[in-house]
């Protein structure tokens, strides 16, 4: 099966400032992909290419098939995104904004109300469904965000440092969603500055620092091959090369 993700050469400045310095990956059907590093990396600006908010300065990048400037609204279609800022509408209860997208999405009644179903055994969603999301934890509120993200069972999810802010018991229901949802053949680029998160749920990450991708390998590999016994370690190692300029960019 061909890639789910593809981006070739991408780069994106504002103003002075290159955001996104010639970067390329590709993920996998049944991958969590890993963008690893520091708030301003350039993490939050790639995504937001790749699902049409953005326009690049240059470079390709296609999303389950389709090319992110020639045919935005086919990867629109095709995406889910999740990240730690998201709101919802305080006086509707869980089962009303899921409806509500739903019908954004073109879906049947009959099709909402099964994958509702189906989203609530997957992520316990309970109460939310019956309460006003005005009174939500974190944790409640962040559930119903990663089910309208996924309503429409796109083949492809972003996250995008999803966990900010949630407690224990909140961040652990995204990273159980996150573990879950390739399964079936589907993708989740995982964007994150926590290191501990990668090194859990990522089969192979890229290390993301001033805009530039300066390392990619499975999660196991980046480690290993620096001689570190975490990621963590690993990527402060790699950033000291770059920044004491022996290290190129991979």
Same mark, same amino acid.
């Given at each position: 099966m061909s890639d789910l993700i593809d981006v070739k050469n991408l780069s994106k400045s504002f103003g002075k400032v290159r955001a996104v310095d010639d970067v390329s990956f590709t993920v996998a059907p049944g991958e969590v992909y890993g963008l690893l590093g520091p708030n301003g990396a350039g993490k939050t600006t790639t995504l937001r290419i790749l699902a049409t908010l953005l326009k690049p300065d240059s470079g390709t990048a296609q999303v389950a098939g389709f090319d992110v400037l020639q045919q935005p609204e086919q990867v629109r279609a095709a995406i889910g995104v999740v990240n730690g800022g998201m709101g919802l509408y305080d006086r509707l209860t869980g089962r009303e904004i899921l409806y509500y997208f739903g019908r954004l999405y073109d879906m049947t009644e009959e099709r909402i109300e099964q994958r509702i179903s189906e989203l609530d055994e997957l992520l316990g969603l309970r109460d939310t469904l019956t309460r006003r999301a005005g009174g939500?934890?974190?944790?409640?509120?962040?559930? *119903?965000?990663?089910?309208?993200?996924?309503?429409?069972?796109?083949?492809? *999810?972003?996250?995008?440092?999803?966990?900010?802010?949630?407690?224990?018991?909140?961040?652990?229901?995204? *990273?159980?969603?996150?573990?879950? /949802?390739?399964?079936?053949?589907?993708?989740?680029? /995982?964007?994150?500055?926590?290191?501990?998160?990668?090194?859990?749920?990522?089969?192979?990450?890229?290390?993301? /620092?001033?805009?530039?991708? *300066?390392?990619?390998?499975?999660?196991?590999n980046l480690i290993e091959a620096n001689g570190s016994s975490t990621i963590e370690e690993a990527f402060f190692r790699l950033v000291s090369q770059v920044d004491m300029g022996q290290e190129e960019v991979r």
């Open positions: 939500f934890s974190t944790g409640m509120a962040q559930k *119903i965000v990663i089910a309208r993200a996924v309503l429409h069972d796109p083949p492809v *999810i972003f996250f995008d440092e999803a966990t900010s802010g949630l407690d224990v018991v909140a961040r652990r229901a995204v *990273i159980d969603f996150v573990r879950d /949802y390739p399964s079936r053949g589907r993708a989740v680029v /995982y964007s994150t500055h926590v290191m501990s998160e990668v090194e859990e749920l990522c089969d192979r990450a890229s290390i993301i /620092y001033r805009g530039r991708k *300066i390392a990619e390998d499975n999660v196991r």
